[in-house]
């Protein structure tokens, strides 16, 4: 059962001493992070020794003539071994920069039934992406892809969301994006990328976790579906080793997953689910979305603004700088949820 009081307050410091400025939260943090990767993730690895993009495709008549689509390749130095993959930009041809996404894609395909370009594009908006499994497996495989440039690598969602960071590079140097409002969002478990994404590297204005759930967005005490035990189960490499220590026992993890959330305050976060999801929990992750709220209010923001303590269907919790929805359906990044994030980014533009 899901019960508040069940779950480690996010606004203490290791003595247990409750933090109560922006100042001792940000002392505080490192340790936070530091503590979800010793426990959960593994830790980021550094950036490269080196990068270098090409443009291997160019096309100006995409959407109709009203975007350039490109395709580029990165390759990361790292210790003399290099690695390349492939990642997508479509940019709007306007004459002032667009606000955009980094759309971390389960295909490397450009549109795709997860990312409706066009639409994308007619929002005002860039969106870039990349095939999650061109930069490393989706398996237990740690000796080729990326996962191979290093010798002790973290778990496959701590490289994804490295290799995230390396397409951020990229968007740093193009003039035709708007620096301050570049959002990074992943579906399930490219939603739980997107959270560790934001949580390490501060471009990313907002972030957004589509269906994220266990392990991603949603609280883990109490939670309904899937549990600790299942997911290392299924997907051990998806972490490091030490969060197998907690399968059945929740109640011994020193943080819950609102941390993770809590680590991207007081920049925008937005979590959705869909209402058939049950393996995700819409109310657990509404739930942490609450609990991580305190820290937005340190800085004088609200987080979840909600009056009700389940959300309701297919209302927009636009107003907080923590978004929310729950749509109708099933497990899917659909249409309609592009929709709810392009309005909470113009909502909330920086
Ligand atoms: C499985 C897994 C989830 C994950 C999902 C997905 O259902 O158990 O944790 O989010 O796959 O990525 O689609």
């Known amino acids: 059962m899901l019960d508040a009081a069940n779950i480690p307050q996010v606004l203490q410091d290791i003595s247990g001493t409750a933090i109560t400025s922006p100042e001792a939260w940000e002392a505080n943090r490192e340790r936070l992070l530091s503590l979800l990767s010793r426990e959960e993730y593994g830790f980021l690895p550094a950036p490269p020794e080196r990068t270098e993009f090409k443009l291997l495709d160019r096309q100006t008549d995409c959407c109709a003539g009203k975007a350039v689509y490109e395709k580029w390749e990165a390759t990361v130095w790292v210790k003399d071994h290099s690695f390349s993959f492939p990642f997508f930009g479509v940019i709007p041809q306007t004459a002032t920069p667009s606000m955009a996404f980094l759309h971390l894609n389960f295909r490397n395909q450009v549109p795709d039934f997860y990312m409706p370009t066009e639409e994308i594009i007619d929002g005002g908006f860039a969106v870039f992406s990349f095939g999650y499994e061109d930069v490393t497996k989706d398996n237990g495989d740690f000796s080729s892809g990326l996962a191979a440039l290093f010798p002790e690598p973290p778990g496959k969602l701590a490289l994804w969301a490295w290799a995230a960071l390396r397409v951020r590079d990229h968007m740093a140097q193009r003039e035709e994006i708007d620096q301050e409002n570049v959002a990074v969002v992943g579906h399930s478990r490219l939603g739980k990328t997107a959270l560790l994404a934001g949580a390490w590297d501060e471009r990313f204005a907002f972030v957004i976790a589509n269906e994220s759930g266990c392990s991603g967005g949603a609280v883990t005490r109490g939670k309904q579906g899937e549990r600790i035990a299942d997911i290392t189960r299924v997907f051990p490499f998806w972490f490091c080793e030490n969060y197998r220590k907690y399968a059945g026992k929740e109640e011994e993890l020193p943080f819950d997953q609102h941390f993770l959330l809590a680590l991207i305050a007081p920049r ?56 929310y929805h729950l749509r109708a359906g099933c497990h899917y990044l659909s249409r309609q949820d592009w929709q709810q994030f392009m309005a909470f980014l113009k909502a909330h533009r920086n």
Not at 279 to 295: G, M
Not at 303 to 322: D, F, R, S, W
Request: hydrophobic share 40%; with cysteine; net charge negative.
């Open 268 to 323: 925008k976060l937005y979590i959705c689910d869909a209402q058939e999801d049950i393996w995700a929990d819409p109310a657990a992750e509404f739930l942490s979305c609450r609990l991580a709220s305190p820290v937005y209010e340190l800085y004088g923001k609200q987080g979840l603004m909600a009056e009700t303590e389940a959300p309701v269907l297919n209302k927009g919790y636009h107003a907080g700088a923590i978004g």
